[in-house]
T-cell receptor
Framework: EDKVVQSPLSLVVHEGDTVTLNCSYE??????LLWYKQEKKAPTFLFML????IEKKSGRLSSILDKKELFSILNITATQTGDSAVYLC????????????FGTGTRLKVLA | KAGVTQTPRYLIKTRGQQVTLSCSPI?????VSWYQQTPGQGLQFLFE???????NKGNFPGRFSGRQFSNSRSEMNVSTLELGDSALYLC???????????FGSGTQLSVL
């Protein structure tokens, strides 16, 4: 059965800290891995990763995929209170049609 | 370009009733998928519609059903509501060709 596991489940840090969020997967017919940020209701897209070893960056956020070891990490440097959210990892699989398997998310709280 | 619109935002029902949720995708998107989100469970996939046809289905009972109209708008219906159906129901749209998902703000359903 396809599964996506995120760790840690929750994390509390202080502003300025650097955090690393983990996502491991066991999915048949892997196509891509996506990261989303969910602050209130609607998850918003952060990154889509398809190739191993290529880091994607957006400001203080970066992510990388390891297709051999089947995991991805999301790094946030110099955290701010506005980074407080649930971070969701999803793996896109394809076998004729496309489906997305989500992890349970990591709840990040950044204290001022 | 307007985003994904879900209505209503909040809904309170009692056990045994039925409910219909609506989702209007981003213009030009032909795929609409539905997810149930409960605390600690992450996003659980319900089903996906593409060009009015159900393309994928998750492991939910038959009380959960959906449909998609020719303008790509989608509805989800839950019959004979149970307390455990209380959740945030998220709709996501995409081109359907394996691209990132765009989420709506969800419908928060409470079953009393």
């Amino acid at each position: 059965e396809d599964k996506v596991v995120q760790s840690p489940l929750s994390l509390v840090v202080h502003e300025g800290d650097t955090v690393t969020l983990n996502c491991s997967y066991e999915v048949t017919n892997f196509r891509s891995l996506l990261w989303y940020k969910q602050e209130k209701k609607a998850p918003t897209f952060l990154f889509m990763l398809t190739s191993s070893g290529i880091e994607k960056k957006s400001g203080r956020l970066s992510s990388i995929l390891d297709k051999k070891e089947l995991f991805s990490i999301l790094n946030i440097t110099a955290t701010q209170t506005g980074d407080s959210a649930v971070y969701l990892c999803a793996v896109e699989a394809t076998s004729g049609t496309y489906k997305y398997i989500f992890g349970t998310g990591t709840r990040l709280k950044v204290l001022a | 370009k307007a985003g994904v619109t879900q209505t209503p935002r909040y809904l309170i029902k009692t056990r045994g009733q039925q409910v219909t949720l609506s989702c209007s995708p981003i213009s030009g998107h032909r795929s609409v998928s539905w997810y149930q989100q409960t605390p600690g469970q992450g996003l659980q996939f319900l089903f996906e519609y593409f060009s009015e046809t159900q393309r994928n289905k998750g492991n939910f009972p038959g009380r959960f059903s959906g449909r998609q109209f020719s303008n790509s708008r989608s509805e989800m219906n839950v019959s004979t509501l149970e307390l455990g159906d209380s959740a945030l129901y998220l709709c996501a749209s995409s081109t359907g060709g394996g691209e990132k998902l765009f989420f709506g703000s969800g419908t928060q359903l409470s079953v009393l």
